[in-house]
């Protein structure tokens, strides 16, 4: 049996994923996450085989998810399942060590698919997707994008500043870099476009 936990925060998608995966022969579901959080203590306690995750969700992402799943429980292979189809998306979930990327809108029979080719150390991702990817590289750091991030919630320099233990200098130097390197006028066109491209 290939065992399976889910993270999906909406409740009846949650569901109907578990569902369909139930059908499968082979597949049993082990558990059932709505939140990043509890994604993750429920892989430490179940040790699935397979981790299929939403990309956005409380707590904790599905790409930070997958990045501590990575670390800590590597024998459990991460599949992300989204409605981004974004290859900065993609290219983060691969960075942060997930087999496989699936849009929500794929055919049912593709996720069963994934899950077994996964599961057999494969990897499963759209080839479109795939090819974007590629073409189009994220030019943000870590640090760029965590305070552009902070500054498209509302916070103001200072505010990020001090929840960083940086400089209101090297937060406001942080934030030039990243309006520069978008091609930007200001920090919220910077963040809305690197949210479009799946880099935020």
Known sequence: MIRVVIAEDQQMVLGALAALLEIEREIEVVGQARDGREALDLVAQQRP????????????TGLELAAAVSRAHPGTR?????TFARGGYLRRALDAGASGYLLKDSP??????????????GRAIDPELAREAWIERD?????ERQVLRMAAEGMASSAIAT???LS????????????????ASNRVEAARTAREKGWL
Request: proline share 4%; aromatic share 4%; charged share 20%.
């Open 49 to 60: 085989d397979v981790l299929l995750t939403d990309v956005e969700m409380p707590v904790m």
């Open 78 to 82: 991460v599949i992300i399942l989204t």
């Open 108 to 121: 049912a029979g593709e996720l069963a698919n994934a899950v077994r080719h996964v599961y057999r150390g």
């Open 139 to 143: 030019p943000l750091s870590d640090r």
């Open 163 to 165: 929840s960083l233990g």
């Open 168 to 183: 209101d200098g090297t937060v406001r130097n942080y934030l030039s870099d990243a309006i520069s390197k978008l091609g």
